[in-house]
């Protein structure tokens, strides 16, 4: 069995992505990586080639900055690395650069890619996922965050990279999955405000133009972590890669669980999704086969 990682990765230094801790949070059960390096404004290809296994390969690539709608960029650039992916690999682990892999879930994702490799009916691994905000004590937990993706396909050359590569699609459809007990650690929302606030920026000008950044996006010195609704202490403990990144945190985020901002039809259907585990309405990006 063979399994090729991949992802894609641009101004990885200005905006502060933790891509080296993401990458070598899943490459142990990787027998390649695919990295596809856009043209940037720091030294990402050199940070990228600083990653010491010979499983890495970097392909550079030039972003079309004038795909400024729904992040159309990020799917076409996710597909050039599924691209370059060998053709005898068996399965692709797809891997966002701010996304990690706790390593307990190692053991876990090995033993699903073995069951399902000749499973033809099975064309990719939907992942459960934890988002940090504000600081790596707290998790966002409202309906507005998505509770699982799909991380790992089949190596079918006609699964292609959907709207702004949240997801895949095959042949235009809803690929089918098998839901694994393994979740993605998701560190989007954690960095230093000035950090955040440049990423915020910068993202945005994958989806809008620049009349409607000018209009909605402050222009502000720093990301304002306070306009939240609702979060959770997390509990459990982080990924051993991001333990130096956690260890030199240096800003400040608290928040008081107790006191949420959801209005009172939020709240009570929070109440009601948390007992049951269940969320109603969910965007399902996949087909969940049993």
């Keep these: 069995m063979k399994v090729s990682g991949f992802t894609i990765i641009r101004n990885a230094i200005q905006f502060d992505y933790p891509v080296v801790e993401s990458i070598t949070s899943i490459l142990p059960i990787c027998d390649e990586f695919i990295v596809a390096v856009g043209n940037s404004n720091d030294d990402t290809l050199k940070l990228i080639q600083s990653i010491d296994s010979p499983k890495i390969k970097i392909i550079e690539t030039i972003w079309d900055d004038n795909l400024r709608e729904g992040g159309k960029v990020l799917a076409h650039e996710t597909n050039k690395a599924m691209d370059a992916i060998s053709e005898d690999s068996d399965w692709c682990f797809y891997i966002q650069s701010d996304e990690i892999v706790h390593e307990k879930y190692l053991p876990t994702i090995k033993e699903n890619l073995s069951r399902y490799k000749d499973q033809k009916n099975v064309e990719g691994l939907l992942f459960k996922y934890t988002h940090f905000y504000g600081s790596y004590d707290y998790i966002g937990v409202s309906r507005s965050w998505y509770k699982n993706e799909i991380r790992i396909i089949k190596n079918d050359k006609t699964i292609r990279s959907y709207k702004d590569a949240q997801g895949f699609r095959k042949n235009g459809g809803k690929l089918n999955v098998k ?48 306009f939240i609704d609702i979060l959770e202490k997390f509990t459990g403990s982080h990924p051993k890669v991001m333990q130096p990144r956690i260890k030199n945190i240096n800003w400040q985020f608290s928040f008081d669980p107790t006191k949420n901002k959801l209005c009172l039809k939020s709240k009570i259907l929070h109440f009601i999704e948390k007992k049951l585990n269940y969320q109603f309405g969910e965007y399902k990006n996949y087909h969940v086969i049993k």
């Design 179 to 226: 839901p694994i007990n393994a979740s993605i650690y998701h560190y989007g929302w954690v960095k230093h405000p000035k950090n955040q606030q440049a990423k915020h920026e910068s993202f945005n000008k994958m989806w809008h133009d620049d009349t409607w950044i000018n209009q909605n996006v402050k222009k502000v010195n720093e990301f304002d972590y306070s």
